[in-house]
């Protein structure tokens, strides 16, 4: 199928009108901004509805409302305006109202700045809002996945009644490369039988996530903690990679790295094999909620040895720290690889800590040698690029300035 060059928060709208989206409500912030102008753009082309609302708080609520009606709506921020949905997110779990949100993270804490990092995590993984609810998260690493995960997304979201937030980050967001259209288009209509749509059909229904009653907000809790359980059960969705078709079952040293992050890693592995024949996998979690932990338990019993990889301050990390100790007897170290404050993690860094751990001394020398400072721009700078695509797109035509 034919493929065109589109900007990854461009390719988020596309897989949401796809995907049968009825509403946006947005308001702009820098790097998730062109997500909000080309809904502007083509939502009212296609009969679809678009609000700019004069607040975060305010397009939020706007998602409460038009998913409250039985509709497919979606909103898109960064960090900050995230930090200001909150509330509405909780009330949107609270009231098990299907909704998409999109978070292209930038750098933080506070306004940062509008560099690229991972340092969400653990505000969207873990809930962010108040109360015993989850959000189901999604971590695209390419303006394919950024399209097709936004599909996903509105799926899951009717699915499970539940926000779903597709993660990325404003390198993802700000590049561009080759997308393939979907095939097929969701003409979604609002057929949902809890859904308050003004008819004398609807009139008894009641949307809200207020439980006045103890022990009835205890059942409703227990309810939908059954719901994430379910969730963790059938919609674990992760990436196994070794170079050769080689079974990732093999490798001694494992990297576990979502979004950007993921694809810098794969450049690591394939150099670490390919140039050292050293054992090293990389496990790219999907879904971040529901997280990989079985196939990462799977893994620590074998005895490997793992490294987080991620722009944060090891957020993730945590995760897999957890995953592992719970799968074998002796508490392990889980090594980090980080960057922060919009930093891109280099793949020479990633390579210096395989080699570390594979105590394997001539590699060093030779990665020293060939890449002696950090600004270097030479092949341990190279991200990894699809084969599929490779056809298509020289590495230097992908763009990764961040556009304010």
């Known amino acids: 199928m034919a493929s065109q060059m589109i900007k990854g928060n461009t390719a988020v709208i596309i897989g949401a009108m796809y995907a049968g989206c009825d509403c946006f409500f947005g308001y702009p912030i820098t790097p998730a901004s062109e997500i909000l102008h080309e809904a502007s753009k083509y939502f009212p082309m296609v009969g679809r509805k678009f609000v700019q609302a004069e607040s975060e708080e305010a ?36 009231a098990e109202l299907p909704s998409v949100i999109v978070d292209i993270m930038r750098a933080g804490p506070g306004l940062g700045n509008i560099g690229p990092e991972q340092g969400d995590y653990n505000q969207i993984v873990k809930g962010g809002g108040h ?36 993660l990325a980050d404003a390198v993802l967001g700000q590049m561009a490369e080759p997308l393939r259209f ?5 003409n979604h209509s609002p057929d949902n039988e809890w859904a308050v749509r003004g008819s004398k059909e ?48 093999d490798a001694e040293i494992i990297i576990v790295a979502y979004g950007i992050s993921s694809r810098l890693a794969r450049s690591a592995v394939d150099i670490a094999r390919e140039e050292s024949g050293i054992k090293v996998g990389l496990l790219r979690p999907i879904s971040l909620f529901p997280f990989p932990n079985k196939e990462i338990a799977k893994l620590a019993k074998k005895g490997c040895e793992f490294i987080s990889v991620e722009m944060s301050n090891g957020q993730m990390r945590e995760d ?79 763009k990764y300035q961040i556009i304010d």
């Open 320 to 398: 897999i720290k957890l995953a592992v100790n719970c799968a074998i007897s002796d508490c392990k170290d889980i090594h980090l690889v980080n960057r922060m404050g919009g930093n891109l993690i280099g793949v020479k860094d990633i390579l210096e800590k395989i080699y570390d751990l594979a105590e394997c001394e001539n590699c060093k020398i030779k990665l020293a040698k060939e890449y002696p400072y950090k600004d270097d721009d030479d092949k341990y700078d190279k991200p990894y690029i699809d084969s599929n695509y490779k056809d298509e797109i020289d590495e230097d035509d992908i």
């Open 131 to 166: 109360g015993n609810y989850k959000n189901i998260v999604l971590a695209p690493n390419s303006v394919q996945e950024m399209c097709d995960l936004t599909m996903k997304a509105f799926m899951l979201a009717d699915k499970y009644r539940n926000p779903v937030v597709v």
């Open 59 to 94: 397009a939020i609520n706007m998602v409460y409302g038009g998913a409250a009606t039985g509709h497919r709506v979606m909103t898109a921020s960064s960090g900050p305006g995230i930090s200001l949905k909150q509330e509405g997110i909780t009330f949107l779990a609270g």
């Open 202 to 249: 609807t009139m008894d229904n009641l949307v809200t996530s207020i439980f006045l009653d103890f022990d009835q907000l205890e059942e409703f809790n227990e309810e939908i903690q059954t719901k994430f359980n379910q969730i963790e059960d059938n919609e674990v969705d992760f990436e196994e990679y070794m170079v050769s078709g080689n079974d990732i079952e």
């Open 182 to 186: 979907p095939q097929v288009a969701i």
